[in-house]
């Protein structure tokens, strides 16, 4: 197991290229991955993950939004919301991902492939690609997939304006269940007060 550890870090090397390239194409999903990690990786301490979980949450939290380097200028820097044909292409990112990621070939890429492929997924079973819900979803992607909404909400987009963190945090209690694993959820509510992620903080 230890050998599977040292290969997250290795895969974490490598593919942090191609995410250096995701950021100069898009500089605003390259800072929102590294926050995502932030809060990803503080859920998953909270929840208790032992040290190999973290180190796949750590890679697949870091390039969970790499599959967009292969979504079209045209619909990933559109300035405003996306119509249904463009919004089906932007969904194709998470699948994308996988497939960069288990490209590596690396050990332990396949798990960190699958909670990318996932974290798009709701709880309920009404996210995508694959309609996973409850616990069929990776528990990195659940974890992933509450920091992702925490963050995607708290700064401003060409298509919305960044919410308060009292607006978000209600917005995700009402999700709570729908979209997010409860038990997770709990776990960020209580996180997330002292974070230097917070909404309206410094970092953002």
Avoid at 162 to 181: F, S
Wanted: hydrophobic share 35%.
């Amino acid at each position: 197991m230890e050998s599977e550890h040292s290969a997250y870090d290795i895969i974490y090397r490598y593919t942090k290229a191609l995410s250096a390239a995701l950021g100069y194409r898009d500089q605003m999903t390259g800072l929102h991955s590294e926050r995502v990690c932030g809060l990803a990786m503080a859920i998953g301490i909270g929840y208790g993950l032992d040290k190999h979980d973290l180190s796949a949450l750590r890679v697949s939290s870091s390039f969970h939004d790499i599959g967009k380097i292969g979504i079209p200028d045209a619909i990933l820097l559109k300035p405003g919301k996306h119509d249904e044909t463009e919004w089906e292409v932007m969904k194709k990112h998470s699948a994308i991902g996988e497939k960069i990621m288990l490209a590596t070939e690396m050990e332990g890429s396949s798990r960190a492939a699958v909670a990318i492929r996932s974290h798009h997924e709701h709880y309920d079973g009404h996210g995508y690609p694959d309609r996973l819900s409850g616990e069929q979803i990776p528990i990195c992607a659940r974890i992933i997939s509450i920091a992702d909404s925490y963050d995607a909400m708290a700064v401003t987009r060409s298509y919305h304006r960044a919410r308060t963190h009292r607006d978000i945090m209600e917005i995700l209690h009402e999700e709570t269940g729908v979209k997010h694993d409860p038990k997770l959820i709990a776990i960020f509510f209580d996180l997330i007060e002292n974070s230097e992620f917070k909404a309206n903080g410094k970092s953002l």
